[in-house]
């Protein structure tokens, strides 16, 4: 059964940073896209980052220039480091990764990220 297990989300003061992690196991498929979404209560979710398996990769306008997604294929897990920091980051952070011929999307649980003034 595939698994994505976020972690490293937490309480952080504005203009700080945090890295995220997120670990995929219980395949042998390939793992194609992975990325991180976020959403906040009564909002829709949205893309934060993806990285490709050959490591190309697309931001959101709004975490340009402060986080960067990159992934470790031989561990299946894909990170991302977010710096400069904003109120407006805070959110639940979700892992998404597509696996195999037919890319089926997973997702992990979420992890909360919380930026305080």
């Known amino acids: 059964q595939v698994q994505l297990v976020e972690s490293g989300g937490g309480l952080v003061q504005a203009g700080g940073s945090l890295r995220l992690s997120c670990a995929a196991s219980?395949?042998?498929?390939?793992?194609?896209?992975m990325g991180w979404y976020r959403q906040t209560p009564g909002k829709q979710r949205e893309l934060v980052a993806d990285i490709t398996s050959g490591g190309s990769t697309n931001y959101a306008d709004s975490v340009k220039g402060r986080f960067t997604i990159s992934r470790d294929n031989a561990k299946n897990t894909v990170y991302l480091q977010m710096n400069s920091l904003k109120l407006e980051d805070t959110s639940v952070y979700y892992c998404?990764?597509?696996?195999?011929?037919?890319?089926?999307?997973?997702w992990g649980r979420g992890t909360q990220v919380t930026v305080s003034s």
């Open positions: 219980g395949t042998r498929l390939s793992i194609n896209d």
């Open positions: 998404k990764a597509n696996i195999g011929p037919y890319r089926t999307s997973y």
